[in-house]
């Protein structure tokens, strides 16, 4: 644990004393400005729905930027062999690595508080569908951060992470755009595979153990291949 938390520290400061982070995380709470104007203006309702929705598409460009050098940056300057031969074991290694990247998402998020502030000086919002909401948008980061930690680990080039990242990714929203063009049958199989329909229930203010068993699975399965990854390098 106290390697975990070592290597956490150290993955934090890393982001903060680039400009890196700070360029992201301006991006993203100008891009949640925008959707939230405008679900406000399209929309007429004081909710978060249409900006939550939104939101979860930016994550997915946006945090493969961000984990893209966790392991391929490791790889290129040659530290990777001396962390993967250091008394930390690899599951401490990925866990640490993949909190910080978790823990900037969340600092990402709390940054959007503002919208809420604004929404309940303006109206009466609806406090559990607002928490539930961001629950989902935590667990989406979850997966997003795991799956941009998978592509770092495949690659010593932190571009080709980034957009591996992105692409491993995209299909979690492309199944979901498919399925509404097939048959009822197939839409609702393709429906358990899609992101969006398991977030958009708690953006309902729903909590299903379905959708917290879907984003569980897709965590942990990243993370597994990430592990597996890493133990098959630090053996060469």
């Not at 429906?191 to 729903?206: E, Y």
Request: glycine share 8%; aromatic share 14%.
């Amino acid at each position: 644990m106290t390697a975990t938390f070592a290597i956490l520290k150290r993955e934090l400061l890393t982001y903060f004393v680039s400009p890196l982070a700070y360029v992201f995380l301006g991006v993203f709470l100008f891009l949640a400005g925008v959707f939230f104007y405008l679900g406000i203006a399209l929309t007429g309702e004081a909710s978060l729905r249409v900006m939550m929705g939104n939101v979860s598409i930016s994550l997915m460009f946006v945090l493969p930027m961000l984990t893209m050098r966790h392991f391929a940056e490791e790889q290129k300057t040659g530290t990777f062999e001396m962390l993967m031969t250091s008394p930390v074991s690899p599951v401490a290694i990925l866990v640490g690595k993949w909190l910080a990247s978790l823990t900037l998402c969340l600092l990402m998020l709390l940054g959007t508080g503002l919208f809420v502030a604004i929404l309940a000086y303006y109206g009466e919002p609806d406090w559990g569908v607002i928490a539930t909401s961001y629950l989902g948008l935590f667990l989406t980061c979850a997966v997003f951060c795991a799956g941009g930690l998978f592509a770092s680990s495949l690659t010593d080039d932190q571009v080709a992470a980034g957009m591996g990242g992105i692409v491993l990714l995209m299909p979690l929203w492309l199944v979901g755009s498919a399925s509404s063009v097939v048959g009822e049958e197939w839409q609702a199989r393709l429906d358990h595979l899609a992101l969006l329909p398991h977030l958009r229930s708690f953006t309902k203010g729903v909590i299903d153990t379905a959708d917290l068993a879907y984003f569980a699975l897709l965590t942990f399965g990243f993370l597994f291949l990430t592990f597996r990854t890493l133990e098959s390098r630090r053996w060469r």
